[in-house]
């Protein structure tokens, strides 16, 4: 059975995730999907007000699962909204709670939204779903604000060639392309500053992890690899875009230079964020 996840807060970003969630679930033949609202105690910035306030969690609770319903019975009526939905909310902050959620439900995927909110927001604030995906424990989904599902044909991994061998989740990657039967294409993005690396060996070894899904190759030369993948994607049908953060190299250092923040805001293509 397969359970996908959709955190959901009832915006117009929220619904367009879940709208995609239920497409998607319709193509990977997916029995469920969980819509799950993390509510919390809204923060007075008035310095005359104190900020420890009273609070009916009673009524904060029967709120949250009255906006589920609705919202519910809302997708119920949108294309493949026949598929089975349960509701879950909890007074807990969303990365804290989606972890402990998704293994309660067995969820193979997690499903979310993301709003563009210009340079503070995505320099200092971030969003919930790019937090979600760093912490996550399955493979998350970001969905623009203006994505439409596109059936999954061709899916694009961002790959810097380095410790194939301990970094790729080659069982969930070979999951996703069997439930979809998706074409596998993987790039590697080479900047000027970019010291040379030999991709002989490690692509030898990541073609025999991958070599019955028949990946294609492609390297490209770009100062940006938000532009180097943009342009890739959208010159190559690409349906999906897939990154896999490390602790150690090329990805954990776009972690810390907010690269893969800028893809998530500005690529107008749904982004899988995989874990090794």
Known sequence: ????????????????????????????????IVLYNAFQ??????PMVPTVQLLD???MKKSSEEGLAQ???????????????????????????????SKAVAADFIVMGITGGGAVTETLIGSNAVSVSLHSTIPVIIVPPEATFKKIDHVLLACDFKQVLETTPVKLLKSLLENTSAALHILHVNSSSEKAI????????????????NPQYHFVENESFTDGINQFADSNNIDLIITIPKKHGFFDSIFKKSHTKRLAFHSHLPLMVMHD
């Not at 105690?41 to 008035?46: E, H, K, M, R, T």
């Not at 030999?198 to 899904?213: I, Q, Y």
């Open 1 to 32: 059975m397969k359970t996908i996840l959709v955190p959901t807060d009832f915006s117009n970003t929220a619904r367009n995730a879940a709208k995609y969630a239920l497409a998607l679930a319709n193509q990977i033949n997916a029995s469920r």
């Open 41 to 46: 105690a809204p923060i007075s910035v008035d």
């Open 57 to 59: 969690m009673d009524l």
């Open 71 to 101: 919202f519910k019975e809302e997708l119920k009526s949108a294309p493949f909204g026949n598929i089975e939905m349960d509701t879950f909310s909890e007074y807990n902050v969303l990365t804290g709670g989606i972890n402990d959620l």
């Open 198 to 213: 030999d991709v002989s060996f490690e692509s030898m070894v990541l073609d025999s992890l991958l070599k019955t899904n």
